[in-house]
């Protein structure tokens, strides 16, 4: 009997193409390196930090919000759970520069609070047992214009052009005396732009992008406190 050859044809040329392009794709999103810069704290306190240390014990309750909103993607500022994954570790470090606190307790609102009374009422007699309330707000900001084409050039470059993507923050705190007067309010800003490029990746372990938006919460936080430590507002 006569075998008759079984012939294996090559992949189309076009199929071809596509595969080669979807693997440099994929390497160039592999080898891709950043490195992540910030602006100054803007609006910071910059007058010498003067300790309140004569002042009376009072107890405070620091309320945390953390918000991110994504222009021309998201309709409203979002609810999220954290900033950044060491914030335990950041507010007990800025903690130290007011002197006069007996006693405090945090409250991180969560997206959930919404349908759960328990969480409310818990705020509530947190908020009504304190001396103080110091409410936290940080808003993180970008544009989802910006960012689409950014990572549209680096990949369709295989990252050989530097694109930024930036991250807007604006750190709200207000303090408010039992019974609800207000009594401060400040406001600090900064930006945090992360530049992605091939070549950048030797630079990534001296400028990585958690670690500069884990400096401008610190800073904030730090400066603020040092703000209301001199100005002797928790009297």
């Given amino acids: 009997m006569q075998q008759v050859p079984i012939r294996v044809s090559a992949p189309p040329t076009s199929a071809r193409q596509a595969a080669r392009a979807g693997a440099m794709l994929l390497l160039a999103s592999l080898l891709a390196g950043c490195a992540a810069t910030r602006s100054p704290l803007g609006g910071a306190f910059d007058r010498p930090i003067e300790r ?129 007067r207000r009594v401060a309010s400040y406001q600090r800003k900064a930006t945090l732009s992360n530049w992605v490029e091939a070549f950048l990746i030797f630079a990534y372990p001296f400028y990585p992008l958690e670690g500069k938006r884990e400096e401008i919460f610190s800073d904030s936080m730090r400066n603020i406190f040092g703000q209301v430590e001199t100005e002797k507002v928790l009297k």
Wanted: glycine share 4%; charged share 25%; net charge negative.
């Fill in 52 to 180: 309140n240390t004569n002042a009376p014990k009072v107890s405070v309750l620091f309320l945390f919000r953390h918000l991110s909103q994504q222009h021309g993607f998201d309709a409203i500022p979002k609810l999220q759970f954290t900033g950044v994954k060491d914030f335990d570790n950041l507010f007990r470090d800025a903690l130290a520069e007011i002197s006069n606190i007996s006693r405090y307790e945090t409250f991180t609102e969560l997206p959930d609070d919404v349908n759960s009374p328990k969480r409310r009422e818990q705020l509530e007699a947190a908020r009504a047992s304190a001396d103080y309330v110091i409410e936290i707000a940080f808003f993180e900001e970008s544009s989802f214009k910006q960012q689409c084409l950014s990572g549209t050039i680096s990949l369709l470059s295989l990252t050989a052009i530097p694109m930024p993507f930036d991250w807007d923050y604006t750190i709200t705190a207000v303090v408010d005396q039992k019974g609800g």
